[in-house]
């Protein structure tokens, strides 16, 4: 009877990996419909392009290098299918906390549920360099993202390694509970290197210094794509959780999806409310990235805030989202998506903001953990990004630039029936 609960136990936990990594998954669905919908028209294929191809690599990268890297282990994955069942039941009975000890579940559910986070990191990247940027180009550095630069990050932070063998994180007091700084805000990092080493698109700034707005080409589509991320958001902080199979930890799943929908929430309202008191017109854009604002502040810390507590985080969140993407602009930082701010300047946010409900965090110990992700994730990008450059280059032709990239880049177009 005993082996027959462990047994359950250590399926539900599983199962409960595995349908949160799908939801995380489905997140990828979000991003592609998001960025397809802020993009112009003519740039619509090849984002959606970039947007699978990086999802592909990044399954592949972790596989081959980047889970071993992050949390040791052999390449290649080789030995992770192999399952000892006695040994795991001894585990179990061993535990001084029995059932309500840690969780134990397959090798196999965490890759799974940890591949989804690095395609995501990715992902952020892509919307930032739209519209001018080579599709091998990008597609180069998402190997070397997804292979390396994300899983070494990740090893000092959720591998418990120290950082160049030099201070540990953990021990500083850092705490990010499903990556508002690991991924999000090394996505954005990520992102800030290529930004700058690209340029902004033509005609987006004039000769004085004015910003230009470039229309997005489908709302319509940015708004279903913000309603898929919010969705794959309760899997993305839900799944950090680890565990599902006792009383505690299915109320803590409980209060992370309760606080994850409140901070996006928040976020949706207070970037709406700023940006009517500024714009005189409700704005949908930043609306949309006041939600996703809300979320990445909360994906730091979901479990502890009260849900009214995950409300103020996510509109402070809103109001910074909609700050930053002015500010990028008055800088001629040109993010056509607004990634950098959604997930680079507001994930910032989400990390400090732990420390006020979490005690076993500290201010300085998230300071110290943020910049040692910003501070590596943007070198070693920058390096890879000037390399790229060097060696094929990293942007389109004006020409290519003016005709719109689907056609140079992928010979298709996403809507041909409205060229003229």
Not at 124 to 133: D, F, K, L, P, T
Request: hydrophobic fraction near 55%.
């Amino acid at each position: 009877m005993q082996d027959q609960i462990f047994h359950l136990q250590y399926a539900m936990d599983t199962f409960y990996f595995l349908v949160c990594g799908a939801l995380v998954m489905w997140m990828a669905a979000g991003f592609a419909m998001l960025e397809a919908g802020l993009v112009r028209a003519k740039n619509t294929t090849e984002i959606l392009t970039k947007n699978v191809a990086l999802f592909a690599i990044s399954c592949i990268m972790y596989l081959v290098c980047g889970y071993a890297i992050m949390y040791g282990g052999t390449w290649f994955l080789s030995g992770i299918q192999d399952v000892d069942v006695a040994s795991t039941l001894s585990d179990f009975a061993g535990r001084e906390g029995g059932f309500e000890g840690g969780s134990i579940y397959s090798g196999a559910s965490d890759f799974f549920f940890q591949v989804v986070f690095v395609a995501t990191a990715m992902s952020i990247v892509s919307g930032a360099v739209a519209e001018r940027m080579k599709l091998w180009a990008f597609l180069t550095f998402a190997v070397v993202m997804t292979g390396v630069i994300y899983p070494l990050e990740g090893s000092w932070t959720w591998g418990g390694a120290d950082v160049f063998g030099m201070y540990n994180l953990g021990d500083m007091g850092f705490s990010d509970f499903a990556g508002s700084g690991i991924v999000h805000m090394a996505g954005a990092a990520a992102a800030l290197a290529g930004v700058l080493v690209l340029g902004a698109r033509k005609g987006k700034y004039g000769p004085n210094g004015e910003v230009r707005a470039i229309p997005g080409a489908n709302l319509p589509l940015a708004t279903l794509g913000t309603f898929i991320l919010w969705l794959g958001w309760f899997g993305f902080n839900g799944g950090s959780v680890l565990k599902l199979g006792d009383i505690a930890n299915a109320n803590s799943v409980a209060m992370v999806f309760l606080n994850t929908n409140a901070a996006a929430a928040g976020g949706a309202v207070g970037a709406l409310i700023l940006a009517r008191i500024l714009f005189g017109k409700a704005d949908l854009t930043m609306l949309l990235n006041g939600a996703l604002a809300g979320l990445v502040a909360i994906t730091a810390e979901p479990s502890t805030p009260s849900a009214l507590g995950a409300t103020l985080i996510g509109v402070v969140g809103g109001l910074i989202v909609v700050v930053s993407i002015l500010t990028l602009d008055k800088l001629k930082i040109d993010d056509p998506v607004g990634a950098i701010s959604v997930h680079g300047v507001v994930g910032l946010w989400g990390l400090l903001a732990v420390p006020l409900t979490n005690d076993g965090a500290s201010f300085g110990g998230q300071i110290a953990g943020a910049l040692t992700i910003f501070v590596w994730v943007f070198v070693a990008s920058l390096v890879v990004w000037l390399v790229i450059k060097a060696i094929m280059g990293v942007r389109v032709t004006e020409e290519e630039e003016y005709e719109g990239v689907d056609i140079s880049e992928c010979g298709m177009e996403a809507y041909p029936e409205f060229k003229k």
